[in-house]
């Protein structure tokens, strides 16, 4: 929950600029590729992320993109239903994590596993949703409803819980 959805207060607009850099790192970009496609600095590029996430209240990337398209700052990308992958329930909890924010030792505590065991299940979610970074990941979950539907209630996932269950898109 992003500190503007907990406390009820509108998040402040995001300017043109950061709108674009947004858009470029929720497409699968490193801020690198970011800066290069508009012709900014690497500096400039996450600067503009730390005043986003300063605006929505998601410093974390996969949480400003999932902020940005909840709160109308930035358009959901299109549904994509072809092909919807299986997904474990743990990488399914795990996206859910990192679109409500948390950061790398803050979804190994929930899961229950270590940090370098996250970045592995990072890893294998990017892997089964085809994409490049976990902010990818994030916008691939909006395309295959993942996230952004009633399905996700943050929270719904139990922590720690391995199934083995998979879960397909809705």
Known sequence: MTAHEATGTAAAPLSERQREVLVLVAQGHTPAEAAAALGLSTNTVYSYLRVSGGKLGVPERPGLVHAAYTTGQL????????????????????????????????????????????????????????????????????????????????????????????????
């Open 75 to 170: 358009l959901p990308p299109p549904r994509d239903d072809r092909d919807c992958p299986q997904i474990p329930a743990r990488q399914l909890t795990l996206l859910d994590l990192l679109a409500d924010g948390a950061q790398v030792r803050q979804a190994a505590a929930r899961l229950r596993i270590s940090a370098r065991r996250t970045r592995r299940e990072i890893d294998a979610l990017c892997a089964v949703l085809d994409a490049r970074t976990a902010v990818h990941a994030v916008t691939r979950g909006w395309q295959l409803g993942l996230l952004g539907t009633p399905r996700h209630t943050r929270g719904a996932a139990t922590p720690g819980a391995n199934t083995g269950t998979e879960t397909s898109c809705r």
